[in-house]
């Protein structure tokens, strides 16, 4: 179902794009899958969180977009600059995700997202650590500050980025799996949730990461921290609304051994070519043929 197919007028299909660092390599190969298959501008609304804000942007803007959108995973943001230690106090150099998205052979087309007939919003959280969806296309100062905050992950950015008339951080805070508020809020007849985590992940906030954000994310409030790590339970919350509720399909990616900080390129280019395939498998064009860049 195209953009211009007339079912639109009964149907709205949302697509809800979930964050967790460069294990947006899996939701970006399974957006690029639906190009594949001529489904790329079949829904009606996108939403991305954190990471896949961005990748619904890419999204948005075409098949060879989302192919290069997949490409940023597993070249620059499998950098040794990108993620490591050097970015002490962060682990994580904005200024590269800022960069690769904006400027070069890489830079996301957002006169294209615009051209879209689709609406699009990103998941970001306040200061209070209240999750919200900001419209990318009405966003003031530009499209480009919605799509920034929604990925403002503390460990890359110390303060929250302006956006309209408040103040945001990374939407993956507040709205790991926001399917109940997305259904509130969008009213949606059919919903794609894409998780960047394997189904069998476990979702708890271990005791090393308890002391991670403690001691050395100094920078938030007690607010967000507590936000931070409840964000697990919030996740399982919204595993367990969608298993339960009619016409919204969960589409796992395939367990291939990365996480939200690797930065190993083989392993992030060979999940990439793992999920595509997976994909086109489960809606049923395992035959397709596709390159990655």
Avoid at 33 to 44: E, R
Wanted: include cysteine.
């Amino acid at each position: 179902m195209d953009a211009n197919d007339p079912r639109h007028k009964n149907i709205k299909i949302l697509l809800l794009i979930l964050g967790g660092g460069n294990l947006g390599v899996n939701s970006a190969a399974a957006c690029y899958a639906l190009h594949l298959m001529g489904l790329g501008y079949a829904v009606d609304i996108v939403v991305g969180i954190s990471t896949g804000a961005w990748v619904g942007a890419y999204h948005l803007a075409g098949l060879e977009s989302i192919k290069t959108g997949n490409s940023i995973y597993y070249k620059p943001f499998a950098s040794s600059k990108y993620i490591s230690l050097k970015n002490f106090p962060f682990l994580m150099n904005a200024s590269i995700i800022e960069n690769t998205t904006s400027m070069g052979s890489k830079k996301l087309d957002i006169n294209a997202v615009y051209r879209t007939t689709s609406d699009f919003f990103v998941g970001v959280t306040d200061i209070n650590g209240t999750g919200h969806f900001l419209d990318v296309k009405k966003a003031n100062p530009s499209p480009w500050s919605a799509l920034y905050a929604s990925s403002a992950i503390p460990l890359a950015y110390k303060k929250p980025l302006k956006v309209n008339n408040g103040l945001y951080m990374d939407g993956g805070i507040a709205l790991p799996f926001p399917i109940q508020k997305v259904m509130r809020d969008f009213s949606p007849t059919h919903v794609l949730v894409l998780p960047n985590c394997p189904q069998e992940k476990k979702h708890i906030a271990t005791f090393t990461e308890r002391i991670f954000v403690n001691l050395f994310l100094t920078h938030l409030t007690s607010v967000i921290k507590t936000k931070t790590l409840l964000r697990h339970q919030n996740f399982v919350k919204g595993i367990d609304f969608a298993n339960n509720a009619e016409n919204i399909h969960i589409l796992w990616p395939p367990n291939m051994d990365i996480h939200e900080l690797t930065r190993n390129p083989n392993k992030l280019r060979a999940a990439a070519e793992a999920s595509v395939k997976h994909t086109l498998k489960e809606f049923g064009k395992p035959e397709l043929q596709f390159e990655l860049y």
